[in-house]
């Protein structure tokens, strides 16, 4: 699948925006703050509903407007798909494919595949595990539409539950009916953490392979799921946890509390890991979701690397160029120093700069 054009119209730093992409590799360069990382999370939104940065719809849209507009145009398997969305301050964007408006967000999943790689996913290994969570469910709700509603209706149910929790402070008799609320949760949170099991074991085949020729043939890295609910069931857990919960007024076991691990043999890359691992670890990590997602998709995913090349060293960064080829990029950077020195091949480069995009020859 490829991006063929992107137009925009009162987004972020965009008055007006027409831009045509190539099927390879487009770069996009200029200083900081001119509105490289706009276009990419303007391109994700389009695919997934969602900003990668997590920003709230009413923030996207251009300072002093009211609405925003984009419209991506998709080429999959031959076809043509026009993905149009309509930014609102006060009420819920409006979605249209082929100019039929659509009721829910994830019909339009499975359309566009993006796998966006920032800088701070870099930092994923070093930081702490709501990051890691977060790469995890990004993934999956692009790949499975359960998953999203599973994970949806998870977070929905441990927010009541934490609001009962807070309420039994001051009317004790509310106990009983967290028995139901339980119940439910237990469902889907089992459910959450069955398909982050999956998708980890089918990650896990793959990044061992990336990091070991990624480090040279000195590393063997393997991934693990760690659950807070450890080997109880989700319901049990709940249950011997509950005196717990009702002193922190909050949910203390689940999904949202579960953590992924980077073991080079018996050594936790997260704790002991040099920062050049935990780096190199993270950059197999992103390698092996692009693949993995190939593999799921059958069809390739645009990738979007966004200011990640100047973070990585010399052999890092060929690594990351080599491994980039018949699918379609759009790179951000501040110079064109990067690629100088490599054989790699650029197809489009547009030269951004206060909101205004130049293509370039
Ligand atoms: N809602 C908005 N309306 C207008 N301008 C915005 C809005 N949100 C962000 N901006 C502007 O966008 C610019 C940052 O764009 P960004 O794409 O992050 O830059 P970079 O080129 O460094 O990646 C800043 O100048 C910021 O003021
Ligand atoms: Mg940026």
Redesign the pocket.
Known sequence: MVIKSLKLKNY??YDLLDLTLDTQTNIFY??????????L?ALYLSGTTKSHRGTKDR?????EHDEAHLETIVIKRGMEYQIDMHLKKNSPKGIAVNKVPIRKASELFGIIHFVFFSPEDLNIIKEGPSGRRRFIDLELSQLDKIYLSNLSSYNRIINQRNSLLKDIDRQHNLVETLDVWDMQLAEYGMKVIESRRNFIRQLNKIISNIHYRLTGGKEHIFLEYESSVGNLSFAQALKKNRERDMRLKSTSVGPHRDDLSFMEGSLDIRKFGSQGQQRTAALSLKLSEIELVRMLIKDTPVLLL??VLSELDKHRQNYLLDSIHDIQTVI?CTGLDEFVNHRFSINKIFH?KN?QVAEEN
């Open positions: 972020r730093n200029g200083d900081n703050a001119q509105g490289k990382t706009n276009i999370e923030d996207l849209i251009q300072f966004d200011d951000t951004v909101g």
